[in-house]
């Protein structure tokens, strides 16, 4: 299988090579050039999650050997997960939460960073690499610690972290900026997400950048979902869900099922999209998003405009107005025109919106929650289901709601649970009617235990006594200029 890029298919590399560069050079992602599908679902009803992992993730990674895969997969899914299933699903209600949260920094984005050190460690191996490979990336609050707590003292590679300072939760913060580990570096920007990202991009292609690493033997990669290293295990949960659902009985053999994605980037519900191609039986992807509803627009109108102020939410690993996997989708859409994606994405960097009316979108159905509506959603299913949710799941809830109401359609539904709610205490707790004024977050912490008798990740507690580490800052204009700083190379080099 070969990985073309969307912005110009004469770029074509092997897995381990997309891997491994994580971004095409003229700034194009890298998207398979087939998909495979999967004709007997059946066979894999018995199989547990590192198993059915392997059983995915070969068919994509062809200049792997599949015993080192298997290594892989052994490494990411071990002990650090808390729960035997990895991805347990849970029936609330009519819809079942896949809790993705269960791993070391209670975020999905463990799924897939738990095994992109390894996969990328591989990476170097087969191609004969022989330069320290630096790991750039931006979060917009959860990729950040995942990456960093994957990369952390793995030999050979540097990891930097850019987040928004003001655009992440005061948990998600301390998360990183008390990460240790000689290998990283974490620096706050003053901007958003969709800055600290097009910062990231912008070094990514920027050649005379790439020849200075190049002459002090470093090469970039990524941990975003930008890389297709990163996207490819996110695959593997909405089998899991499925296969689940079968061995049950709640559904039968080829029975159709919804799912309901929160969502900023579009990482997570594109992999459910691949997933539906190699044949899983999706009926409506559903694309839940806050009050940056971008996507939902787009959906909705072929309209991509991302002119709109960008708004600070309870749900900050939504808050972003460039969903950067967007491009894969229309790329797919388009049957691989890559001329017309080029032109597309270099119209939304000039004007700043694009029209897409041509694309048939019906597999996709968008909608939004406000912050009124995400606190009635946490308040509604706690005291009526006894299941607390987060913030960003509580979107997804309110937009499984709507959907329903408004199609009357009554398939089983999974909804896609991001995060524990203790990664989000102040809003969770006030949203089920605990007075947090005057508490700092470890004290609302400790009382939404006490009122809701689920217990917060040691993790999560011990963070008030961890002693900061990284404590940069920068202006966005001057990301490229700190990763300089931190690789030790000079102004004078270029």
């Known amino acids: 299988m070969k990985?073309?890029?969307?912005?110009?298919?004469?770029?074509?590399?092997?897995?381990?090579?997309?891997?491994?560069?994580?971004?095409s050079k003229e700034g194009g992602l890298f998207v398979p050039d087939e998909i495979p599908i999967i004709k007997n679902l059946e066979r894999l009803k018995g199989k547990n999650y590192k198993e059915l992992t392997f059983e995915i993730m070969n068919r994509f990674l062809d200049d792997f050997d599949p015993d080192v895969i298997k290594?892989?997969?052994?490494?990411?899914?071990?002990?650090?997960?808390?729960?035997?299933?990895?991805?347990?699903?849970?029936?609330?209600?009519?819809?079942?939460?896949?809790?993705?949260?269960?791993?070391?920094?209670?975020?999905?984005?463990?799924?897939?960073?738990?095994?992109?050190?390894?996969?990328?460690?591989?990476?170097?191996?087969?191609?004969?690499?022989?330069?320290?490979?630096?790991?750039?990336?931006?979060?917009?609050?959860?990729?950040?610690?995942?990456?960093?707590?994957?990369?952390?003292?793995?030999?050979?590679?540097?990891?930097?972290?850019?987040?928004p300072e003001e655009g992440v939760s005061d948990i998600q913060k301390r998360q990183m900026i008390t990460q240790e580990g000689d290998n990283t570096f974490v620096v706050g920007i003053k901007g958003n997400f969709d800055d600290a990202q097009n910062g990231v991009k912008e070094i990514f292609s920027d050649r005379n950048f790439a020849d200075v690493?190049?002459?002090?033997?470093?090469?970039?990669?990524?941990?975003?979902?930008?890389n297709i290293g990163r996207l490819l295990p996110q695959m593997v949960y909405y089998f899991h869900s499925y296969l689940t659902l079968l061995k049950r009985g709640d559904i039968c053999q080829g029975e159709k099922i919804n799912v309901v994605v929160p969502t900023g980037n579009f990482g997570n519900i594109l992999a459910a999209y691949y997933a539906k191609k190699m044949g899983l039986p999706i009926n409506r992807l559903i694309c839940a998003s806050n009050e940056n509803n971008v996507l939902r627009d787009f959906l909705n109108t072929g309209n991509y405009d991302k002119r709109r102020e960008l708004i600070l939410t309870s749900s900050p690993s939504m808050d972003i107005l460039i969903s950067s996997n967007l491009e894969r989708l229309l790329f797919h859409l388009?049957?691989?025109?890559?001329?017309?994606?080029?032109?597309?994405?270099?119209?939304?960097?000039?004007?700043?919106?694009?029209?897409?009316?041509?694309?048939?979108?019906?597999?996709?159905?968008?909608?939004s929650s406000l912050e009124a509506e995400t606190s009635s959603s946490i308040l509604s299913?706690?005291?009526?289901?006894?299941?607390?949710m987060d913030p960003h799941s509580a979107v997804a809830f309110g937009v499984y709601h709507k959907y329903k109401l408004e199609s009357g359609d009554n398939l089983k539904t999974v909804i896609v649970s991001t995060a524990s709610p203790f990664k989000f205490a102040s809003k969770?707790?006030?949203?089920?009617?605990?007075?947090?004024?005057?508490?700092?977050?470890?004290?609302?912490?400790?009382?939404?235990?006490?009122?809701?008798?689920g217990k917060a990740p040691e993790a999560i507690k011990s963070l008030k006594n961890k002693t900061i580490v990284h404590?940069?800052?920068?202006?966005?204009?001057d990301m490229a200029a700190i990763v300089k700083s931190f690789l030790n190379v000079g102004e004078s080099d270029d």
């Open 71 to 163: 290594i892989c997969i052994d490494k990411a899914y071990d002990n650090k997960f808390t729960e035997e299933e990895i991805a347990p699903l849970i029936k609330v209600g009519e819809a079942y939460f896949l809790e993705l949260f269960h791993g070391p920094t209670f975020a999905f984005k463990d799924m897939a960073l738990s095994i992109l050190p390894y996969l990328l460690k591989e990476a170097i191996k087969i191609n004969n690499v022989h330069r320290e490979v630096v790991i750039l990336t931006a979060t917009s609050g959860d990729t950040g610690k995942a990456a960093l707590e994957g990369f952390a003292n793995i030999e050979g590679i540097k990891i930097i972290v850019f987040y």
């Open 3 to 23: 990985y073309i890029s969307s912005r110009d298919r004469r770029v074509s590399l092997l897995a381990s090579q997309a891997i491994l560069q994580g971004i």
């Open 428 to 453: 969770v707790a006030s949203s089920i009617g605990i007075d947090i004024d005057l508490m700092d977050e470890f004290s609302v912490i400790e009382e939404l235990e006490n009122r809701t008798g």
């Open 471 to 477: 404590n940069n800052k920068c202006d966005k204009k």
């Open 381 to 388: 299913v706690f005291k009526n289901q006894g299941y607390l």
């Open 213 to 226: 690493l190049d002459r002090h033997n470093f090469v970039l990669s990524s941990a975003n979902s930008i």
């Open 334 to 367: 388009s049957d691989g025109d890559d001329q017309l994606i080029n032109g597309t994405m270099k119209k939304l960097d000039i004007d700043g919106f694009y029209q897409m009316e041509s694309l048939d979108l019906g597999e996709f159905y968008g909608g």
